[in-house]
């Protein structure tokens, strides 16, 4: 009989918790959408750079519809209650910089788990998701599913690379991203786009078809490479503690045979490494030295609900 109550006493326990959970959640859903809205600000602000225009920024935030953003976050945030707006913002930066590296390129893959979780959400919304994209692009841009988490060096580089030539890295892109060029320099990538024309940079490299603002980025970006390294070179250290663009400071970086020492600061350390006195000041005001244990994962993962 004992055992009875106990059963009896487990199944009330669990309703009752239940019953809370849901006089609580109309509540969380309310603040939730208030923070959004009072923050919503900082999730337009990727910052434009050489390479990454204005126009292409705000063609991003003008597809973007505020109820779908906000349905979204409210969706996130839900599923984890203890990351606070601000966090969320951080994660909503760095979606919005990785979806204009894939309109501007071919595949590109996901290395974040959060941030794949945030997109995922995003792909719920099929209608939505589409009317998105054809406002961006013109075209879907596909989630590419893995069912595990794999290794992927190559495609590992391939995303440092074009990363630290389009955006700043600052302690939340390592946090999110991990170390950047823990493989490889990228140094065979560097090659092509120093010695290949336009056209077959465009064939090898650009997504086809795309919007005419990310085919100038695309075009932009070869211009790094061909016209304005010997200039950003010289001043790439300085150009990075002035602004947290790291692109100038990247050709120095690959013409080097150091992997982490002299530009730990700048890449990230490995997991678990800590820099000793080596503290950088991001150019948003927040400080802490590049240490890439926090936040990232390896791959995309658990994407059954993709069907992009």
Known sequence: MTFFYVILAAIFAVFLVNFVKGLSEPAKMERYQNEFRKYREETLDIHATEIVSEALIEKLNKALDFDYMEKVNIEFRLQHPRDSQLKVNQAWRELKRYLIMAAVFGKVEMFNSAIDELWHIMLKYGREYDEFCQAFI??????????????????????????????????????????????????????????????????????????????????????????NRPMTELNGRKTYDQTDYAAPAYFTYASTDDFDSEFKDIFGNEPNTVSSGSGHVDHGGHTGSHDSSSDSSSSCSSCSSCSS
């Open 138 to 227: 013109g075209r879907t841009i596909q989630h590419h599913p893995h069912s595990e988490p794999v290794f992927k060096p190559e495609e590992r580089t391939l995303f440092d690379f074009y990363y630290v030539q389009l955006f700043t890295v600052d302690t939340h892109s390592i946090q999110k991203w991990g170390k950047f060029f823990k493989h490889d320099k990228g140094l065979k990538l560097l090659r092509d786009f120093e010695t290949l024309e336009l056209e077959q940079l465009k064939g090898k490299y650009m997504r086809k078809p795309t919007s005419i603002q990310a085919e100038r980025t695309f075009e932009a970006f070869t211009s790094q490479f061909k016209e």
